[in-house]
């Protein structure tokens, strides 16, 4: 069975940082794209980054460009998302899913994420 469990979330004051975690299990996370959403309440989700399933590329929200970066431990069938100089902005649920696609690209069509985790509370206040 397909499962991802997301980690790291908390709260954290402005310019800070922090490091989720999405762990799989059922299944190789590195031969599966891996995105990570948010979702701050009234608002729609988001997609905020992503790796590809070959060759890792990466992409971005616009937003987070420059403070956020995505990678993988093959090892440890983990994906992180390292999160640095946080907004109040940046406070949401965040999610991470695979995307079953094989191509060497990602992006945040959110019909091809097929197996979410139950997502982490990331929360930006002095």
């Known amino acids: 069975q397909l499962q991802l469990v997301e980690s790291g979330g908390g709260l954290v004051q402005p310019g800070g940082s922090l490091r989720l975690s999405c762990a799989a299990s059922?299944?190789?996370?590195?031969?599966?794209?891996i995105g990570w959403f948010r979702q701050a309440p009234g608002k729609e989700r988001e997609g905020v980054s992503c790796?590809?399933?070959?060759?890792?590329?990466?992409n971005y929200l616009d937003s987070v460009k420059g403070r956020f970066t995505i990678s993988r431990d093959a090892a440890k069938n983990t994906v992180y998302l390292q999160m640095n100089s946080l907004k109040p902005e940046d406070t949401a649920v965040y999610y991470c899913a695979a995307d079953h696609r094989v191509w060497g690209r990602c992006d945040f069509f959110l019909p091809s994420y097929t197996s979410w985790g139950q997502g982490t509370q990331v929360t930006v206040s002095s």
């Open positions: 790796v590809s399933s070959v060759g890792d590329n990466t």
């Open positions: 059922g299944f190789t996370s590195d031969r599966h794209g």
